[in-house]
């Protein structure tokens, strides 16, 4: 059985205070979990959150990590110094890093293996544009962001993968839960293709695209689909603990 896993993405939002008052919030409302909860907060937050989060059941995610252990490389964060904050997950080549900051398959690649040898639990992005969906290459583009951003990964069951259709982050649109299911089964008939069929079965994968309280009951009581991977509605603490009790 696959343990389902819902993490919020709080992308570019709260202040560190702010942030503890969103943790203290969330704490009493998701502490019954029937499932992992994460909380994926901007670099300069994690040491607060991280105290906030001690004795609760929240797990401490990053947005970004580089694959060097250090050197010079402004800006970045490394593996040991979110380590250091008991940071267990990071989201890896979010389509927002892809669009913005230059991040390919192959950089995030190198951050998954970074992240993995670290002890750390990557959460890998994947998934397609509005012109490659309609288009008909989604799983096109899925076969390249999986084949190469997972090479080298020894146990494919460490890794969380979130398929994100990218026209469907922000935007308020999201994927129906057939299009989601649909997709992805596909996902993971590719990892079983690239690792073996029992690894595909025991690795979870995650949707991401404008879930929220409303329809997070339908995207989850898909067969595939093992969590969410949540933006906006993360950002509140009623509306992500409806998530987290998607089961209710």
């Known amino acids: 059985m696959r343990r389902p896993i819902i993490a919020g993405n709080w992308k570019m939002n709260k202040t560190a205070s702010e942030g503890v008052a969103l943790v203290e919030a969330l704490k009493p409302l998701v502490a ?7 909380v994926c907060v901007p670099a300069i937050n994690i040491p607060a959150i991280s105290e906030a989060c001690k004795g609760s059941n929240i797990h401490v995610g990053a947005e970004n990590m580089h694959w060097a252990a250090s050197g010079a490389y402004t800006g970045e964060i490394s593996a040991e110094m979110l380590q250091e904050y008991g940071v267990e997950y990071v989201i890896v080549g979010h389509s927002e890093r892809r669009q913005y900051f230059g991040e390919t398959d192959e950089t995030v690649n190198k951050r998954t293996l970074a992240v993995l040898a670290a002890g750390m639990t990557p959460i890998v992005c994947v998934g397609e544009k509005l012109e490659e969906r309609e288009n008909g290459t989604t799983n096109e583009v899925l076969d390249r962001q999986l084949t190469v951003g997972l090479a080298g990964v020894e146990d494919v069951k460490k890794v969380v993968i979130a398929y994100e259709p990218v026209w469907a982050i922000g935007t308020g649109r999201t994927a129906t839960d057939e299009q989601a299911e649909e997709t992805i089964a596909y996902i993971r008939k590719k990892i079983g293709e690239l690792f073996c069929p029992r690894c595909a079965e025991n690795t979870r994968i995650q949707y991401g695209g404008s879930m929220n309280a409303k329809n997070c009951k339908g995207l989850m009581a898909q067969a595939n689909i093992d969590g969410g991977l ?5 950002l509140k603490a009623p509306d ?3 998530i987290v009790h998607f089961d209710r």
Do not use: L, Y
């Not at 019954?32 to 994460?38: G, H, K, M, P, T």
């Not at 949540?230 to 993360?234: E, L, R, V």
């Open 240 to 242: 992500f603990s409806a």
């Open 230 to 234: 949540i933006g906006g509605a993360s």
């Open 32 to 38: 019954d979990a029937n499932c992992d909860v994460v």
